[in-house]
């Protein structure tokens, strides 16, 4: 039995996916972006051969950053896990 740990990348949205469950923060990102003082943001660096995220909900701030291996895989920087493109 096989299960799915990863992200999944779509075009305005980063989801994490854990198991049975997955959590996206597009939703939840509209829904604070215009709060003062706070509210989320979202800071991206996309190049050819890196991806960093930066989500930031009032004064808690993730990153995400992963090197480019092949086309097929990414790794993240602060790991030696691959993550594999599923089609």
Do not use: W
Not at 35 to 42: K, Q, R, T
Not at 45 to 71: A, G, M, N
């Amino acid at each position: 039995m096989g299960f799915e740990i990863g992200f999944e990348f779509t075009k305005d949205d980063f989801c994490t996916v854990m198991v049975t469950s997955k959590t996206c923060n597009k939703a939840s990102i509209d829904n604070f972006k215009n709060i003062p003082n706070g509210g989320a943001n979202v800071y991206e660096e996309i190049s050819d051969d890196r991806y960093f995220l930066e989500l930031t909900h009032y004064t808690i701030t993730t990153e995400y950053e992963f090197i480019k291996v092949s086309s097929t895989r990414i790794r993240g920087i602060d790991s030696d896990v691959h993550l594999i493109l599923q089609q």
